[in-house]
């Protein structure tokens, strides 16, 4: 099992940052990727962002060039840097990882809620 817990969340105004961290703990071998995912009300989750053991990165169209995901992997850690953010990025931001072990096994934190309002 792998425990992943974010913190970092919060109400923000438009045009503000925030940086979000996820912590991985437990069975954290073989971690293939990290990455964020979020959800609005009334809205599926969605990817924000994905990087793997490798450095690879992905970015939803909506978060190029504001949002910046990286990873420690010494700590286990996951980081996702928002800047300027608007108030469509109103949701709960969940933290993923992706372990392969002969199968594929998704986990997922408890979420954090960004608010972006004036």
């Known amino acids: 099992q792998v425990q992943l817990v974010e913190s970092g969340g919060g109400l923000v105004q438009p045009g503000g940052s925030l940086r979000l961290s996820c912590a991985a703990s437990g069975s954290i071998f073989n971690i293939d990727s990290m990455g964020w995912y979020r959800q609005a009300p009334g809205k599926q989750r969605e990817l924000v962002a994905t990087i793997t053991s490798g450095g690879r990165i992905s970015y939803a169209d909506s978060a190029k060039g504001r949002f910046t995901i990286s990873r420690d992997n010494a700590k286990n850690t996951v980081y996702l840097q928002m800047n300027s953010l608007k108030p469509e990025d109103t949701a709960v931001y969940y933290c993923?990882?992706?372990?392969?072990?002969?199968?594929?096994?998704?986990?997922w934190g408890q979420g954090t809620q960004v608010t972006v309002s004036s």
């Open positions: 993923n990882a992706v372990q392969r072990i002969m199968l594929r096994t998704d986990y």
